[in-house]
């Protein structure tokens, strides 16, 4: 069974503060994706990383896809109360364009102004 | 482009009945993912469609089965509805990269 173990699961920040959200697995992944979900909505995707040691920014997030594609990191800088919101890790398995992904149990991020 | 399509947004539902939930991929993609969202478990890898044929199903009962029509669009089928049924539904529609629809919230009472 494929797990991903994602942490920390809930963090309450300030506004300006930085973080990290980890995501870890004993499993190989062909790609692994970064989704944030707002209350009552579908996952909206941020980003895929697909080669080992990738790193990939959009603005002030930052994620690393792990040497061997088994963990991935989410470093957010700057955070503001609009990043507020459940961020998931999900990877994938079977081949890169249409395996099923399996989730992380999803990282509750608040920021507070 | 339109993106993933889902219809109802909310199912209320009592145990017993049969719900049915549909889905629109992305103009294009041939994939249809189902997962379940359910409080305090994550999401739940249910079906994978894919060109009509169904392609994998995570850990469910027989009664959660659905299709997958020429279009390409989806529909998902639960009978026999229990309590713990209650859930955000969630299709995804892939091409490389899986891209969630809003979600069906379901209530079983």
């Known amino acids: 069974t494929q797990l991903l173990e994602q942490s920390p699961q809930f963090l309450s920040i300030q506004e300006g503060e930085n973080l990290t959200v980890y995501c870890n697995s004993s499993?190989?992944?062909?790609?692994l994706q970064w989704y944030r979900q707002e209350p009552g909505e579908g996952p909206v995707l941020l980003v895929t990383?697909?080669?080992?040691?990738e790193v990939k920014k959009l603005k002030r997030l930052t994620f690393q896809f792990g040497d061997a594609r088994k963990d991935s990191s989410l470093h957010i800088t700057a955070a503001q109360p609009g990043d507020t919101g459940l961020y998931l890790c999900a990877g994938a398995v079977g081949s890169s364009n249409t395996g099923k992904l399996i989730f992380g149990q999803g990282t509750t991020l608040q920021v507070k102004p | 482009e339109a993106g993933v399509t889902q219809s109802p947004t909310h199912l209320i539902k009592t145990r017993g009945q049969q719900a049915t939930l549909r889905c629109s991929p992305i103009s294009g993609h041939t994939s249809v993912y189902w997962y379940q969202q359910a409080l305090g478990l994550g999401l739940q890898f249910l079906l994978w469609?894919?060109?009509?044929?169904?392609?994998n199903r995570g850990n469910f009962p027989p009664r959660f089965s659905g299709r997958q029509f020429p279009n390409y669009s989806s529909e998902l089928n639960v009978n026999a509805l229990e309590l713990e049924d209650s859930a955000l539904y969630l299709c995804?529609?892939?091409?490389?990269?899986?891209?969630f629809g809003p979600g069906t919230r379901l209530l079983v009472l």
């Open positions: 995804a529609s892939s091409w490389e990269t899986q891209y």
């Open positions: 469609y894919d060109e009509g044929e169904e392609r």
């Open positions: 990383v697909v080669t080992g040691g």
């Open positions: 499993s190989v992944f062909s790609s």
